[in-house]
């Protein structure tokens, strides 16, 4: 279930910076273009910090996957 979650995150940043590349060719506008690229570096940070192992060697995300969390 959690790799579904991170999809739909990775699928919702691509589609924030189309989304944003199309608002600013259109209009002009800057704003919120650039928000919109900001939310979706924040959420491939975050996706980065659930996938990127530790210095245990084990990712977050398999440390909620394992039962007993551990």
Do not use: C, H, Y
Not at 13 to 23: E, N
Not at 27 to 47: C, D, F, Q
């Amino acid at each position: 279930m959690t790799d579904v979650v991170l999809s739909i995150v990775m699928l919702a940043a691509l589609a924030l910076v189309a989304g944003a590349f199309f608002l600013w060719r259109r209009t002009g506008e800057v704003r919120n273009p650039a928000l919109m690229l900001l939310l979706a570096v924040i959420a491939v940070a975050n996706v980065l910090i659930w996938t990127i192992p530790t210095g245990s060697g084990k990712a977050p995300i398999e440390q909620i996957k394992t039962p007993g969390g551990g």
